[in-house]
């Protein structure tokens, strides 16, 4: 079965300091991933995805992750962190046009 | 264009209740899918739709909860005999514009927030 690992509930890293989100994934096949970020009341927006290709995936805001399929990881990075950027992260793995397995989520605070 | 629409954004009902969560895709998208996520947690899959039909459904918790989607586009999701441990934010989604090629992203509503008391 599918199954997200985020193992931080919450991060709080320095503004303008760098910042990597961990996500684990188990899923039997080659995984389609993503990730995904929540304000508070907001719905959630999606920031980057892996299907195949290039493993180090750019999204929006400044975010990469990187794929590595012998780790079953797909971690999420920013070279430095804006107040802004403060959220829930959710990464989620998913088959194609099918259901979407999210982590429990990472909260990031932002410290000014 | 709009994004994915959910109404209402909140929602207050007493135990034992029927509700009723409506979701307004994308246009185009031919895939509709509805999550549950409680506090604290992440979002939750629930049901599948493609065009009109529920493709995957193993996500409903009981035979309390059910949805439709008549003519492929709006759907609602509907609750019957509602429980304290149904509040939570229900939240829809979208995906498969043909035309632009991308069918496999999902994009989500706001979510609409079900309180039960």
């Known amino acids: 079965a599918q199954s997200v690992t985020q193992p931080d509930i919450h991060i709080t890293v320095s503004e303008g300091a760098s910042l990597e989100l961990r996500c684990n994934y188990s899923y039997g096949a080659t995984p389609y991933l993503f990730w995904y970020v929540q304000s508070p009341g907001q719905g959630l927006q999606l920031l980057l995805k892996y299907f195949s290709g290039d493993t180090l995936v750019q999204g929006i805001k400044g975010f990469e992750a990187e794929f590595k399929r012998s780790q079953s990881s797909f971690n999420l990075r920013k070279p430095s962190v804006h107040w802004s950027d403060a959220a829930e992260y959710f990464c989620?793995?998913?088959?194609?046009?099918?259901?979407?397995?999210f982590g429990a989520g990472t909260i990031l605070r932002v410290k000014s | 264009g709009a994004g994915v629409s959910q109404t209402p954004s909140n929602k207050v009902t007493e135990k034992g209740k029927y509700v009723e969560l409506r979701c307004d895709p994308i246009?185009?998208?031919?895939?509709l899918y509805w999550y549950r996520q409680s506090l604290g947690q992440g979002p939750e899959f629930l049901i599948y739709?493609?065009?009109?039909?529920?493709?995957?459904d193993s996500g409903l918790p009981n035979d309390r909860f059910f949805a439709v989607r008549p003519e492929g586009s709006v759907s609602t999701l509907k609750i019957q005999r509602t429980e304290r441990g149904d509040s939570a934010v229900y939240l829809c989604a979208s995906s498969g514009d043909r035309l632009a090629g991308s069918t496999d992203t999902q994009y989500f509503g706001p979510g609409t927030r079900l309180t039960v008391l």
């Open positions: 739709f493609q065009g009109t039909g529920a493709a995957d």
């Open positions: 989620a793995v998913g088959a194609y046009g099918n259901k979407l397995v």
């Open positions: 246009s185009g998208h031919t895939a």
